[in-house]
Each structure stands twice: as structure tokens, then as C-alpha cells.
């Protein structure tokens, strides 16, 4: 990955250029490498042990064979697929590598899923031949809820498939030494435990086991992939430039991290999307990276906002190619700033994960902020698991009675006696300038619902101007969730839900029919917990029910939301 072009004013570059020469002052780069927690912090809490990727560029070479091996055998053995079963770290540098990388003759259909939505876990279950897949749960605690309930239901469907005595030939943990998941994994006989760096964080791991794991599944060649990440170690100025510009843009509150990215590196945002947000979403501060918002006119874009273009030089694509690269010229020509990274093919991924883990331990330094830990995650999910001890002990999630019920069913700060007036104050109480608009769906993520909530977003990006991002869940918990609680608090979280035709019983143990629980309990006790936890904070977020059909619900939302609907006049 390299820097190919920054576009901004006189006036920001000379920003940009002040903070690299401060970071060349002070030897911010050099005392990272030499693990100098002081950069961030006086007390090495969370940092001198969650600095492990610096060197996996190096060391994950050893890892090679083992993954190779592993995944020989299973081809050896027929196997077509694999199914990565994890959240957040865990699972979105795989889905980048399946994503841009494909799969290769003869390796493995590589597929994630990172949701609790039963609609989703039945999907997979159904689509995928159970006798042929090779099953890769995911989690550096060894106790991630979400991993583990979807272990178990997998493990007894395949015990349905091939037999108690072959299902555990059919798992491979990737996890932290000494977790829960290897001792399960030990105990059900699976076919390979990867044992990763216990001084890795999730999010900065994409190029340990937690990644390359998956993209060794695919086919993909790790040494040359290892290849890129070591050249950027050795040539580490496109991540601290990168660094500098995230830093100068914080400071001169330039906050929304807009990504512009060519086709076939798209899925690479929601990775950078974990690592910015959570890593900088705290203390009162936070830059908020916006991923796959739908284009708008150059000149619309609020004060706030700082762009990425990342290119990919794509031959078997020239014409997408030239309009991302239209739309980030004419974005600087309207005044803001861009700064342009460039990948050269697809390997690239290897220094382009290296340098944005720099670039956002950078980012960090000029915030004043720690970016190993996530002090906030902790509260969506303590809330969580009371819900669900609740449920168990009574039988009943609670349910709390709409404020307005006008069609759809809202629950929240609700203003007015419709469902536009509803939403059109809700809106207009984001300050001018500085909120952003996050949209929440507890919804199974499918094409069909993500289009859909695609041109929500895009309609209220025109209707308001503020940034817009967009996030299922539980998935979204683990990546923006800390941001959403952490930073400044202007952020407007509509939280969408709707109700499940199917839902599929959580196992209280592999290899055991009895269930307290369904997907479908846990999916909704998240969504309440998330909700309270964010108003716990302060923050305004309304909660929108779309019923038993998402695809009507949201039709119905967005013509609410027709400026022509709106008779307050409130939201331009």
C-alpha cells in the first residue's frame, strides 16, 4: 500500500504536515516498536500485552505449515466449504479475504457468519452440505457468546449429519491459549486448535491465526501475503503518514472518516470500521468511520467529514476504477480533505492492514486516548446477560409498551402523534454540524434487507446531511458499539427490529438436546441490552419495530420520511 496523492487546502496540509513533524519529534513509531506504552498511556495496562502484532509479519511465517497442513487434510477428505463462526476481530479479516481474494481451485467456499438472527443460522444450516464443512469458531476469550451458541448448534447438527464420534473431525478452534474454546475443543476432539498470540487484540489481528487461518482455507498464498506486511515494516511511512492525516483531521474536528473505495476492495471498510471505532471511540472522543454510505454531491458534505479513497489498481475494472476516482477529485475540489492509498492487487491486504494498525495506534497519540482497550463494550453485554438470566428464571424478555404506534411500533424519545412528525424531530435534535445518523438493524442480513436499509440511508443523507452509517446486529456490538457509547455523544442510533418467523434452540452443551434458550431470545435480549446501555449514556435512540415484514416495515419508514410527509418542517 502506498500514499498516491493528498488533496486538501493550504490550511489542512500544513496540519497534516505539523503532526508528522511532530511524530518525527517526538519518535512516536520508534517508541511503539520498542513497546513504549508511555506514547498512550504512564501505566502499561492493556498496552504493553495487546502489542503482539507488531510482529506478525515475522513470527505468523512459523504458522504457515500448520495451516497448510490442516487445511490439505480436510480437502484430502472431500471437504467443499467452511463456515467461520465469530464476531467482530474474529471475523471481518476473513470476510475481507474471502471477499477480495475469492476462492481458489479445489480450496474451501469460505463463508462467516457473525449473526444471532435465527433467520441467519438457519440459512446457513440449510444452504450448506454439513458432511463437507469444516466449521472454524473463532473468539480470543474462549467465552464469546454469540461463537460459542453457534458452536453448539452447529456441533449437534453435524453430530445429526456424520455421527457423535466423527462431528468433532469437522471443527477447527482458532482462540487465545488456556480459553474455554480450547478446552472445549480438547474435550470434543476437533480436528485442529490454532493457539494465537494471547498479546494480540481482536481488532489488530488480522494477520495472525484470527486471519490467515481463512485466507489459507480460500487458497490464498500466506507467504506472499506475510511478503506485503513485512515490506511495510520495513517501509512504515504510508502508516504514518496515514496516522497523521487521522490525527490532524481529530484535532481540527474533521471527525467523520468517510471511505471511498474501489469495487473489489469494498468489504476492506468494515474492518477499518472495527479497528478506528473501537480503537478511538472513548473518553468524550472518537473518529467515526463511514463505510458504504451511498454517494451524495460533493458540496453537501458537513465540515466534519475527512475522506479515504482506497484503490485498488483494478485492469478488470477500469471503468469503476475512473468513478471512484471522479468522485474523490471532485470531493477535494469542493474543499475537503482526501488523502488517496493505493493497493497494487490484492496481496496488497498484507501492508494495508499493517498500516492502518499503525496508523490508528497513531491516531491514538494525537486523541490522548488508549486504542487497545474497549472500556464501553462491556455494558451492551452485562445488560445482555441479565435479560437472558431473566428470561430463564421467568420464562419472558420484558416488554416494554411503544410510545407511538402509527403503523410501525416506536419506542424512545417520541415527539408529535405520527410516525413523520415522530421522526422528523427526532432528526432535527441532532446538532448541526457535529451528529451523525447511525442505523441499527437487529435484522437478519440479508442482500434483500441491506439494499433496502442502502437507500435509507441514502434518503436520510439528503434529507438531513449528516453522516450516515449503517450496522447489524450483534455484529455492529463489536465493532462501532464502543464508539457509539464512548464518544462525544452526538450520535442519532435508530435501532431497528423485527419480528422472526423461525427460530432455532441454543444447546445448553454440544453434544446435548436440552436448550433454555433460542437465537431468537438472545437476539432480542442484545438488542434491549444495547438500547439501555446507550441510553444509560445519554444518547438519543429511537427503536423502531418493522413487524413480521422487514421489506414492508422499511418501505413504510422511508415514505414517512418523504419530506412531503413532514409537517413540521422541521429537517430540510
Known sequence: MQISALRASADFGAQVQQ???????????????????????????????????????????????????????????????????????????????????????????????????????????????????????????????????????????????????EAGRHFAAITDPGSGLEALAQHLGFHHIFLNDPNIGGRYSALSYYGLVAAGAIGADLGHLLDRAERATADPQPGIQLGAFLGAGALAGRDKLTLIASPAISALGAWIEQLIAESTGKDGKGLLPVDLEPECAAHTYGPDRLFIHLRLDDAADTRALRLSSGRSQAIAAAGHPVLCLQLADAYDLGSAFFHWEIATAIAGFFLDIHPFDQPDVEAAKELARQMVAAYQQRGALPTPTPDLVDGLALYGPVQGTTLPQALARFLASGESGRAYIALQAHLPPTPATTNALQDLRRQLLARTGLATTLGFGPRFLHSTGQLHKGDAGHGLFIQLTADSAEDAPIPDQAGTSASSITFGVLAQAQALGDRQALGDQGRAVLRIHLGADIATGIAQLRRALDPNNDPTGAVQ
Open 19 to 165: 503532526a508528522a513533524e511532530r511524530l518525527a519529534a517526538e519518535r512516536v513509531y520508534e517508541r511503539i516498536l520498542a513497546r513504549d506504552h508511555t506514547v498512550w498511556r504512564p501505566d502499561p495496562t492493556e498496552i504493553t500485552n495487546r502489542l503482539g502484532w507488531l510482529d506478525s509479519p515475522r513470527v505468523m511465517r512459523d504458522a504457515i505449515g500448520p495451516i497448510r497442513q490442516c487445511i490439505d487434510a480436510v480437502r484430502a477428505d472431500g471437504y467443499t466449504h467452511a463456515l467461520l463462526l465469530g464476531m467482530g476481530g474474529s471475523s471481518l479479516a476473513p470476510e475481507v479475504f474471502r471477499a477480495v481474494f475469492g476462492v481458489a481451485d479445489g480450496f474451501l467456499d469460505l463463508s462467516v457468519l457473525d449473526s444471532t438472527q435465527p433467520n441467519a443460522v438457519l440459512a446457513k444450516a440449510r444452504a450448506l452440505d454439513l458432511t463437507r464443512t469444516l466449521f472454524l469458531p473463532a473468539t480470543k476469550s474462549g467465552g464469546t457468546v454469540e461463537t460459542l451458541s453457534l458452536l453448539k448448534y452447529f456441533y449437534n447438527r453435524t453430530v445429526d449429519a456424520v455421527g457423535p464420534t
